[in-house]
């Protein structure tokens, strides 16, 4: 990541009371479903919703929220440049696959059957 989140400005100080608001915003919601259950859903719903939204809101005020936002830009600017494969070798890939997991479970089992029956002839077990 190429931002630096110190360089992102607010101190210690500013950013642990954006958190406390936050986690009291986060409370709040919660209490407040709690409440007002009383209510019809659709209006619970939506105060939760509005609370949600301011405390997402001031905690991408703090330093790891901006950082967390860069991320999130240089992420997208990064899947933009993939090279996404067609449907055809989406397809073959699937299928190549497929068989290879079907070709090492058929040597595991064997595998499997192979040393069951010599720990049985060594114990004994079997004959």
């Known amino acids: 990541m190429s931002v630096n989140i110190e360089?992102?400005?607010g101190s210690k100080a500013k950013d642990i009371l954006l958190w406390c608001l936050t986690f009291i915003l986060l409370a709040a919601?919660?209490?407040?479903?709690y409440l007002f259950s009383e209510q019809p859903a659709y209006v619970r719903f939506a105060?939760?919703?509005v609370t949600?939204?301011?405390?997402?809101?001031i905690a991408f005020?703090?330093?790891t929220g901006?950082?967390?936002l860069a991320f999130a830009r240089e992420s997208r600017m990064e899947v933009r440049k993939v090279v996404w494969p067609t449907r055809q070798e989406a397809i073959q890939t699937t299928l190549i696959i497929f068989a290879?997991?079907?070709?090492?479970g058929l040597f595991l089992f064997l595998l499997d059957g192979l040393l069951?029956?010599?720990?049985?002839?060594i114990t004994g077990v079997q004959g």
């Open 7 to 9: 360089s992102q400005g």
């Open 29 to 33: 919601a919660v209490l407040g479903n």
């Open 47 to 49: 105060g939760v919703i």
């Open 52 to 57: 949600l939204v301011m405390a997402g809101v």
């Open 61 to 63: 005020q703090t330093g």
């Open 66 to 68: 901006k950082g967390v």
């Open 100 to 104: 290879v997991t079907a070709v090492v």
């Open 116 to 121: 069951i029956w010599l720990v049985g002839v």
